[in-house]
């Protein structure tokens, strides 16, 4: 007769544990620093107690968690595409007022979003919006997200030679800096328009090596991120991408 199997309970797996304020964030229902907000408002309880440390542990998917009166519980992953506009920041609050990407999904009844990476102020173009900062990590992560294409004015006609020098990028502030592909998309009578390819997304990159070669950006605008492009998005709107969209990124 075969012996019952006895398991060791000392060896099985654990939850794993992580603060309060994160695992409402992975939740998609808030930012951390919203959601440390609410931890320190006494809105968060905890297995029926209010928690008022941002960092008191959590075993997500164990314990019972609550914002309020409601049960916090994972929201459906919801990804907004905008035609950002120039001249708006990045930002759900401007310390020095300016006016933030936000306005563009002002009258829209949506969950909480952030922004997936950042195009600075005078930057237009491609910009998504998502409530799952682990997805958005990945994406915005060199590692592991897609390459971004950007269309750029220049001041000036481009030639070969110029194309040549932006393809070795350069050195900025100590940072070596380059593109993954830099080609001429098309000229007019006094300026023209690049194509340029990141792999990587580092602070004001496109610019800096310009800037570092002697030429003034007039217009800069992403127009695709992998194989989601823009498309004819009109400017300052924005939708909804389909489960077949977000599958693509």
Same mark, same amino acid.
Request: proline letters at 5%; hydrophobic letters at 40%; a positive charge.
């Given at each position: 007769?075969?012996?019952?199997?006895?398991?060791?309970?000392?060896?099985?797996?654990?939850?794993?544990?992580?603060?309060?304020?994160?695992?409402?964030?992975?939740?998609?229902?808030?930012?951390?620093?919203?959601?440390?907000?609410?931890?320190?408002?006494?809105?968060?309880?905890?297995?029926?107690?209010?928690?008022?440390?941002?960092?008191?542990?959590?075993?997500?998917?164990?314990?019972?968690?609550?914002?309020?009166?409601?049960?916090?519980?994972?929201?459906?992953?919801?990804?907004?595409?905008?035609?950002?506009?120039?001249?708006?920041?990045?930002?759900?609050?401007?310390?020095?007022?300016?006016?933030?990407?936000?306005?563009?999904?002002?009258?829209?009844?949506?969950?909480?979003?952030?922004? !997936?990476? $950042? +195009?600075?102020?005078?930057?237009? /173009?491609? =910009?998504?919006?998502?409530?799952? @900062?682990?997805?958005?990590? %990945?994406?915005?992560?060199?590692?592991?997200?897609?390459?971004?294409?950007?269309?750029?004015?220049?001041?000036?006609?481009?030639?070969?030679?110029?194309?040549?020098?932006?393809?070795?990028?350069?050195?900025?502030?100590?940072?070596?800096?380059?593109?993954?592909?830099?080609?001429?998309?098309?000229?007019?009578?006094?300026?023209?328009?690049?194509?340029?390819?990141?792999?990587?997304?580092?602070?004001?990159?496109?610019?800096?090596?310009?800037?570092?070669?002697?030429?003034? !950006?007039? $217009? +800069?605008?992403?127009?695709?991120? /992998?194989? =989601?492009?823009?498309?004819?998005? @009109?400017?300052?709107?924005? %939708?909804?991408?389909?489960?077949?969209?977000?599958?693509?990124?």
């Amino acid at each position: 007769m075969p012996r019952p199997m006895v398991t060791d309970s000392s060896k099985a797996p654990r939850a794993v544990r992580h603060g309060v304020a994160r695992v409402i964030s992975k939740l998609g229902l808030a930012s951390r620093t919203q959601a440390t907000a609410w931890v320190l408002a006494g809105r968060v309880r905890v297995n029926g107690s209010v928690v008022r440390d941002p960092e008191f542990p959590v075993r997500q998917g164990v314990d019972q968690l609550h914002v309020d009166d409601a049960t916090a519980t994972a929201v459906e992953r919801v990804v907004l595409i905008l035609n950002k506009p120039r001249g708006l920041v990045t930002t759900r609050q401007d310390e020095r007022g300016r006016a933030t990407v936000y306005q563009c999904l002002s009258d829209a009844d949506l969950p909480w979003l952030a922004p !997936v990476g $950042r +195009l600075d102020k005078a930057s237009e /173009g491609l =910009l998504l919006f998502c409530n799952d @900062p682990e997805w958005a990590a %990945r994406l915005t992560d060199p590692d592991t997200g897609p390459d971004k294409t950007y269309h750029v004015q220049i001041d000036r006609l481009p030639d070969a030679a110029m194309l040549a020098a932006l393809a070795r990028g350069a050195l900025v502030d100590g940072e070596r800096l380059k593109f993954k592909s830099a080609s001429c998309l098309r000229t007019g009578q006094r300026n023209g328009w690049l194509e340029i390819t990141l792999d990587e997304g580092r602070n004001r990159q496109i610019r800096r090596v310009f800037e570092a070669h002697g030429l003034v !950006v007039l $217009r +800069l605008v992403r127009v695709k991120i /992998g194989a =989601l492009a823009l498309g004819k998005l @009109p400017k300052g709107k924005w %939708r909804r991408l389909s489960a077949a969209e977000i599958a693509t990124l």
